[in-house]
């Protein structure tokens, strides 16, 4: 059984910075791509950033490019979101989601394994 534990959220001010983390376990972590989508208070759920299964390859939702960083460290089961100069639109709760294969698309339909995710608020 897969399990994704984010943690990582809070309270920041505009302009802040947070790091999110999400921690794996259940299946061969290095395998497969990551991503991370969140979901705004009565808005759909939208794609954040994704990672591949060597973290060779990464893509971003434009709002976030020059912003935001995903990363993972295959050796500890986990993937980062470093998020800088935060704005209060990215105020949301952030999920993790492991990919059914190795790369991580933005497509939030082809992910089957969610964290529960971690609010993030960033007040003006």
Do not use: H
């Not at 990672?51 to 980062?80: E, L, M, P, Q």
């Not at 998020?83 to 790369?103: F, H, I, W």
Request: net charge positive; with cysteine; aromatic share 12%.
């Amino acid at each position: 059984q897969v399990q994704l534990v984010e943690s990582g959220g809070g309270l920041v001010q505009a302009g802040g910075s947070l790091r999110l983390s999400c921690a794996a376990s259940g299946r061969t972590f290095s395998t497969y791509g990551m991503a991370w989508f969140r979901q705004a208070p009565g808005k759909e759920r939208e794609f954040v950033a994704a990672i591949n299964w060597s973290g060779g390859s990464t893509d971003y939702t434009d709002s976030v490019k020059g912003r935001f960083t995903i990363s993972r460290d295959n050796a500890k089961n986990t993937v980062y979101l470093q998020m800088n100069s935060l704005k209060p639109e990215d105020t949301a709760v952030y999920y993790c989601a492991q990919a059914p294969g190795g790369r991580g698309r933005p497509v939030s339909g082809e992910y089957n394994y969610w964290g529960q995710g971690t609010q993030v608020t960033v007040s003006s």
